[in-house]
């Protein structure tokens, strides 16, 4: 079954830090482009940031700009975003997916596949 798993999600107080991790299981994520999203209840799904198969083009979104970096280690067939400065707005279910058409925005969910389960973030003290 080709699927991502997302992990390092967790309760952080804000201005705490996290690192997920999205591994992939099935195929080797060396050849994909991989997006980061967030959904907070109530709301619909976001982008949060973006990495190009060969990591040369990255995007974040402006609500994480400067906070947060996006990696990938192929060897390892996975892909990370580490965000800093947590605030309370952030608290939201992350998820990772595979892009699989080309829009002309890198944050349309309609262009990306092999969606995982999520990982929880809530900040809060």
């Known amino acids: 079954q080709l699927q991502l798993v997302e992990s390092g999600g967790g309760l952080v107080q804000p201005g705490g830090s996290l690192r997920l991790s999205c591994a992939a299981s099935?195929?080797?994520?060396?050849?994909?482009?991989i997006g980061w999203f967030r959904q907070a209840p109530g709301k619909e799904r976001e982008g949060v940031s973006y990495?190009?198969?060969?990591?040369?083009?990255?995007k974040y979104a402006d609500s994480v700009k400067g906070r947060c970096t996006i990696s990938r280690d192929n060897a390892k067939n996975t892909v990370y975003l580490q965000i800093v400065s947590l605030k309370p707005e952030d608290t939201a279910v992350y998820y990772c997916?595979?892009?699989?058409?080309?829009?002309?925005?890198?944050?349309?969910?309609?262009?990306?596949?092999?969606w995982g389960q999520g990982t929880q973030v809530t900040v809060s003290s």
């Open positions: 099935g195929f080797t994520l060396e050849y994909s482009a």
């Open positions: 990495i190009s198969s060969n990591g040369g083009f990255i």
């Open positions: 997916a595979a892009r699989k058409t080309y829009g002309s925005v890198w944050w349309n969910v309609d262009d990306f596949e092999y």
